[in-house]
């Protein structure tokens, strides 16, 4: 199958990027953390032999560049990075996927009503980081008695390091962000990616629970209803964005489908990949069909 990779100038630094398969309206994909990296991805590719599959690792993080300066850590200009990479690529026309911190990028996008989107795909995000936050919080809670009671001190101390702290965290994680037993290969790249990354650092905040970056006052859910686009939720059953926040989504975007996947945490692209591609392959087809 046909792959290009390359880098695109950003801002005065260079962010690579991977295409894979050469035929089809494009699918573009905007990964997650903010700080992951494409590697968790790698699935979707599997969608190439269908249409072209665009990777992208956001500037910062990956094998993009990554320069020391936190004045680019803002949403509005990975928001305008986008529009950079579309351009470079020639991606006119385009399918968007955005996954977790994607899918907040993703919904920040298409709220400058760009040209040219004929499909969004929402995976296991939010329209707002106060309800993720809250319904991880619930997750947190269902943990066993002692592990959660940990958590709650290690984080009202800041002691995010502590041995005891991370593997309470790693037990979450095991329910609720990837179910596999080991992770794959390149799940463990994008952790370690996660791994200091200034990005994540800035935008978010020490883990996934305690945000203290711009991101923690970010809500889209009363704008939801200007994405004019044919748009699919998908989300794991036992996300770490649970579905009650793939329901909102689902509900505020006019003509929006949902799909529950019931043996996934937050990357059922990785864990029930077969049934995930079919199901966005088939929505992607039916939306190209719809517009002829």
Known sequence: ??????????????????????????????????????DYLEPLGGLASERTVVFFDQLGCGRSDQPDDPSLWRIDRFVREVDIVRAALGLDRVHLLGQSWGGWLGIEYMLTQPEGIVSLTLASTSASIAQFVAEAEKLKAALPPDLYRTMQRCEAAGDYRNPDYEAAVMVFYRRHLCRLDPWPECVQRSIRNLDGNAVYATLNGPNEFVVTGPLKDWDRTDRLGEIRVPTLVTVGRHDEIPPVCAEVMRDGIPGARMEVFEHSGHMAHVEETERYLAVVSTFLRDVERDRQ
Do not use: C, Q
């Open 1 to 38: 199958m046909n792959s290009e990779e390359g880098f695109i100038p950003v801002d005065s630094h260079r962010v690579w990027y991977r295409k894979v398969g050469t035929s089809g309206t494009p699918l573009l994909l905007l990964h997650g953390g903010p700080g992951a990296g494409h």
